[in-house]
């Protein structure tokens, strides 16, 4: 059972260039989100999905795109990438969205935009 | 108005000792989930313990306990008999149910250092 994953890894991009960050769970999650973590700031959310179909925007959208055409994946997209967006991003899945439910992440992916 | 405050950015324990990281919330909601997190120096989110507003008894996990007070709008993570391994960053979370599905919502975290 590999539960979230997320790739890549890590990535390198020059300012203005496009990606998109895979992110996939295996454990049938109607959630799912999206994280980036910055020195001092913890985790803030940027998009998140409560079943496919249907996505919303977080604290932090600007500058990310996502949509959610299955259940098991979640992509996010970097239209134009700026040296702002230097993070980690984590994705993260749970049951529901409800109150109780678990959330696990996936091993993270560190991006810098040069 | 933020939603998660821990207040200790960064604290030292003694191996073999206790330690408490604060976390106080903020929520006009009665049904609510607080959750704390571990992410050691390799980078991976780790879930610890999860406390439900209406639980009555602190949740315990191992060496982890949740030091709950409602009224206080506080929970506390407390790690007895601290361990090399327990080095690392630990996030409150907190989880509403205003409006059925919502968000995880971080603080800013807090670094633990164990020493030897």
């Known amino acids: 059972n590999a539960g979230v994953t997320q790739t890549p890894k890590f990535q390198v991009l020059k300012t203005g260039q496009s990606m998109t960050l895979q992110c996939a769970q295996d454990?049938?999650?109607?959630?799912m989100s999206w994280y980036r973590q910055d020195p001092g700031m913890g985790l803030r959310l940027i998009h998140y999905?409560?079943?496919?179909?249907?996505?919303d925007q977080g604290e932090v959208p600007n500058g990310y795109n996502v949509s959610r055409s299955t259940t098991e994946d979640f992509p996010l997209r970097l239209l134009s990438a700026a040296p702002s967006q230097t993070s980690v991003y984590f994705c993260?899945?749970?049951?529901?969205?409800?109150?109780?439910?678990?959330?696990?992440f996936g091993a993270g992916t560190r991006l810098s935009v040069l | 108005a933020q939603k998660i405050t821990q207040t200790q950015p960064g604290m030292f324990v003694q191996e073999k000792e206790a330690v408490t990281l604060d976390c106080t919330y903020d929520?006009?909601?009665?049904?609510?989930?607080l959750f704390w997190y571990k992410q050691p120096s390799s980078g991976e989110m780790i879930f610890l313990i999860y406390?439900?507003?209406?639980?009555?008894q602190n949740a315990t996990e191992g060496r982890y306990s949740l030091n709950f007070q409602k009224a206080r709008k506080s929970a506390n993570l407390v790690i007895s008999a601290s361990q090399l391994g327990d080095s690392a960053m630990y996030f409150c979370?907190?989880?509403?149910?205003?409006?059925?599905?919502?968000?995880?919502?971080f603080g800013k975290g807090t670094r633990l250092s164990v020493i030897a």
């Open positions: 993260a899945s749970s049951y529901s969205g409800l109150s109780g439910d678990i959330q696990y």
């Open positions: 454990m049938n999650h109607e959630y």
């Open positions: 999905s409560v079943g496919a179909g249907i996505t």
């Open positions: 929520t006009s909601d009665q049904s609510y989930g």
């Open positions: 406390q439900g507003s209406y639980d009555e």
């Open positions: 979370a907190m989880r509403e149910v205003y409006s059925g599905n919502t968000p995880l919502v």
